[in-house]
């Protein structure tokens, strides 16, 4: 049986291409409904051609649901033009045959046509994993659109990580936390990386042993739903406990101007 699914993604053609060839990518679609869980010293980080991945399955990111072969063959015109795609012919002990294509090509107005082409074979399973199916792959095109609007702010806040864990990895602290404060200006009007950018500080003054910080990061991780839900955000808060969480203040200008170009 098949499943056949499409959507339209407000992002170039080129950063979709780029990005559902990373397993990252994988995880954060399938969440809630479906983790995977590299087996032994299987590698999940990138999608190549004639790459064989084998992976624990976790429905609803707990429930046990066999072992499952990622397959994956990338398929590109040789002129470089699109449409361009990504088959993952897997399989496993329950489903013998999970044949999957994603198909990118540019949509005429900037962004890109998506769609996911699955063809299934799975016994007397199969009226269940075709239902399953259909309802994971709607979640994960809804998943693919919430991404798309903060997906340009996501490669920011990991440009300032990336400074941060050298910073932290050669003792230079302030310098750490400098990046950890510009990461958490850009993340705070999206609640799920806003989240993230105090837990990495919380982290980070636990392996500190600066527990004024780390109480100080805890206060913040809760206030932080009530912003998103209120509307209230400081703008330009660094997010540290040395500022008061309700303050606003101002944004370097060069990380403004990566802001509003981000933005467009």
């Not at 950063?15 to 995880?27: D, F, G, I, K, Y």
């Not at 399938?30 to 084998?54: C, H, K, N």
């Not at 950018?197 to 739903?225: C, I, K, N």
Request: hydrophobic share 45%.
């Amino acid at each position: 049986m098949k499943v056949f699914r499409s959507t339209r993604i407000d992002l170039p053609p080129a950063t979709v291409w780029a990005e559902v060839q990373t397993a990252p990518l994988l995880q954060h679609i399938a969440w809630p409904m479906v983790r995977f869980i590299p087996v032994g010293e299987t590698s999940l980080d990138a999608f190549r051609p004639g790459g064989r991945y084998q992976v624990k399955l976790r429905l609803f990111g707990f429930m046990p649901f066999g072992t499952q072969w990622i397959v994956t063959s990338l398929h590109e015109p040789e002129t470089g033009d699109w449409p361009k795609r990504l088959r993952d012919n897997g399989y496993s002990a329950l489903i013998a045959k999970w044949d999957h294509w994603i198909t990118v090509a540019p949509d005429g107005s900037g962004g890109t046509h998506y769609s996911d082409d699955v063809e299934i074979s799975a016994g007397i399973l199969m009226p269940f994993i075709w239902g399953f199916a259909q309802i994971f792959y709607w979640h994960r095109q809804r998943r693919w659109r919430g991404l798309a609007q903060t997906l340009r702010m996501r490669r920011v806040i990991a440009d300032e990580m990336i400074i941060f864990r050298a910073a932290r990895a050669s003792g230079e602290q302030a310098a750490a936390w400098r990046h950890l404060e510009r990461a958490h200006i850009v993340s705070q009007p999206h609640l799920g990386l806003h989240l993230a950018s105090h837990w990495s500080m919380l982290g980070f003054a636990v392996e500190l042993r600066d527990w004024r910080e780390t109480v100080g990061q805890v206060v913040r991780l809760a206030l932080a739903p009530l912003g998103a839900l209120t509307g209230r955000i400081p703008v330009g808060n660094t997010g540290r406990s040395n500022v008061s969480a309700f303050q606003p203040m101002p944004v370097p200008q060069d990380l403004a101007t990566k802001i509003e170009t981000t933005s467009k």
